[in-house]
């Protein structure tokens, strides 16, 4: 990314979609920090934090959830056409998140099983990733975001070059921090082994299985952890419901569980 003539402090823009706000309480947890980047870059639209102006030019533009509706459709194609670098940030907005277990449903007939009047609601069939509607230059995974995360992230921005993404999985985390594998030790259906890095192995930090927030890890073997999960004893439909939840529509996760669903273990 070039930075704009010096003079001018690039200008960031934190959208909100189909979500529930978490990944922008993130970057407003950072409390002090988050003014100190204030001083390196112009929020012009933040609606959690303060300045609203969706349709402002932005050199960085972070975009939190899902697209769930025609209008979102058209908004996030305004959202890319104005902004130089476009970063997804959240499960929502890289795969779709929590909404896209409808996806599993059938649009309407989850509509209409929700709502008395459904005829109201104008909601796409499916809730899918920003990435499948526009160009995404970064993602950043998590449900929610890690406020380190997205400072890292934009620091990397504003210093003109791409961030790195997050390559390692959740057991290396749980490993560089001496925790006890709470599935060898514990037999709990742990998510780590095919879980992208981030959050600093959380949930294992304090005796429980990862959920898989961060989605899935690279060359990620979900369905070898799937089938380890079964041979511990784990129903099938229960080993299903782990894939087939935060991440539900990132392919390997939908893979291994969509096929376990119709179990009756």
Partial sequence: MTLPNPGRKPRVAVHKFSSCDGCQLALLGLGEDLLQLSTLVEFVHFAEAGPVDPGAEVDIAFVEGSIGTAADMERIREVRAKSRFLVAIGACATSGGLQALRNLAGGQAWIRA??????YV???????????????DFELWGCPVSSRQVTVALRALLSGVQPVEERDKVCMECKRSQMVCVMVARGLPCMGPVTRAGCGALCPGIGRDCYACYGPAENANAEAL??????SGIPSAAV????????????PFFAAGIGRMDSHD
């Fill in 226 to 231: 799937a089938r380890r999960m079964e041979a």
């Fill in 114 to 119: 929700v709502y008395p009047r459904p005829a």
């Fill in 240 to 251: 299903g419901r782990r894939f087939l939840s935060i991440n539900s529509a990132s392919p």
């Fill in 122 to 136: 104008d909601c796409l069939a499916t809730s899918t990733a920003v990435s499948r509607h526009v160009q995404v």
